[in-house]
């Protein structure tokens, strides 16, 4: 897929967007590659997608797969202690601080204080 900052910022546009059109949203839910394809979301051959929607009753949590983990390697967690956090170039919340990997490890990259705030503006982004 695009690399990390320029996925993040063309999925945060898509999602927002979502919040506008119900049509968009339902898209996105049933032909993701469609929908991120006309966003220039390059998603790799044979990757399937699935898009999931968080709900009031409902939270969708990611178990990530041990794909690309050797031992050598350093834990997301040791890479942001090292770099200091989930802050700057895109990667922490706007609004709770949360790096990337902690929102994709609940299955969303729009946090609960992008909703809450939003949800203070009238649903706007």
């Not at 695009?2 to 945060?12: I, L, S, V, Y």
Request: aromatic share 4%; proline share 5%.
């Amino acid at each position: 897929m695009a690399n990390g900052a320029d996925f993040e910022t063309k999925w945060e546009l898509l999602v927002a967007d979502t919040w506008d059109d119900p049509e968009l949203r339902q898209r996105l839910l049933n032909d993701p590659h469609a929908v991120l394809k006309e966003r220039g979301i390059a998603i790799p051959q044979g990757l399937q997608i699935k898009v999931l929607e968080d709900t009031e009753t409902v939270e969708h949590l990611v178990l990530p797969g041990p794909y690309g983990v050797s031992e050598d390697e350093l834990s997301e967690r040791e890479l942001e202690s090292v770099a200091g956090g989930g802050s700057g170039g895109g990667r922490g919340c706007r609004g709770c601080g949360a790096s990337r990997s902690s929102r994709a490890s609940r299955g969303s990259f729009a946090c609960r204080s992008s909703r809450a705030s939003r949800a203070t503006r009238g649903g706007r982004p």
